[in-house]
Antibody
Framework: QVQLQESGPGLVKPSETLSLTCAVS??????????WSWIRQPAGKGLEWIGR???????NYNPSLKSRVTMSVDTSKTHFSLKLSSVTAADTAVYYC??????????????WGQGTMVTVSS | DIQMTQSPPSLSASIGDRVTITCQTS??????LNWYQHKPGRAPKLLIY???NLETGVPSRFSGGGSGTDFTFTISSLQPEDLATYYCQQYSNLPYTFGQGTKLEIK
């Protein structure tokens, strides 16, 4: 069973770049294809999809964040990363990494990390 | 973006009650909708995919229905461990979007 674990600084200064990594462990094989996604949740608010990256490195980003987001995946496929530039207090949130599995009859985030809290403050 | 209107925002019910949450989308998404359970401090958990399919290992008291723009999520007999916030999510179009959540409390 695949497990995901986010890591990175819990505090980032305004205007700097937030950098997070998601470690993938376990057997990631699946009968369908999959993507690695980042999703965030500001305190007291709902979930916001940030974007996704395929194991081959192709990306899709939320247009609301596209100009500031960069995702990457390492060649060993054991880690993938998120960089969010020019952060402000509005980027303070719990950040989750998740696997999106695409099968014949569905497409869903079937595995999630525990989440990591990132605060933007000077 | 597809807008998701989930209701109610919060719900208080007793053990054994039948609980229903609704999710309305701003455009037709066929059956491309999932439901998740999120407990504080834990990873969200997929319960229902493609509107009505129960994820492996999820108790059968959870069910989903609907298509087009109107969807429902039901717990047939509420259990203490169902205390959580529940979210709908569409995957018809990028960017994926989520409902605002329904916080379920046990009376």
């Amino acid at each position: 069973q695949v497990q995901l674990q986010e890591s990175g600084p819990g505090l980032v200064k305004p205007s700097e770049t937030l950098s997070l990594t998601c470690a993938v462990s376990g057997d990631s094989s699946t009968s369908g294809s999959y993507y690695w996604s980042w999703i965030r949740q500001p305190a007291g608010k709902g979930l916001e999809w940030i974007g996704r990256i395929s194991p081959s490195g192709s990306t899709n980003y939320n247009p609301s964040l596209k100009s500031r987001v960069t995702m990457s995946v390492d060649t060993s496929k054991t880690h993938f990363s998120l960089k969010l530039s020019s952060v402000t207090a509005a980027d303070t949130a719990v950040y989750y990494c998740a696997r999106e599995v695409v099968i014949v009859i569905g497409d869903a985030f079937d595995i999630w990390g525990q989440g990591t809290m990132v605060t933007v403050s000077s | 973006d597809i807008q998701m209107t989930q209701s109610p925002p919060s719900l208080s019910a007793s053990i054994g009650d039948r609980v229903t949450i609704t999710c309305q989308t701003s455009q037709d998404i066929r059956k491309y909708l999932n439901w998740y359970q999120h407990k504080p401090g834990r990873a969200p958990k997929l319960l229902i995919y493609d509107a009505s399919n129960l994820e492996t290992g999820v108790p059968s008291r959870f069910s989903g229905g609907g298509s087009g723009t109107d969807f429902t999520f039901t717990i047939s007999s509420l259990q203490p461990e169902d205390l959580a916030t529940y979210y709908c999510q569409q995957y018809s179009n990028l960017p994926y979007t989520f409902g605002q959540g329904t916080k379920l409390e046990i009376k």
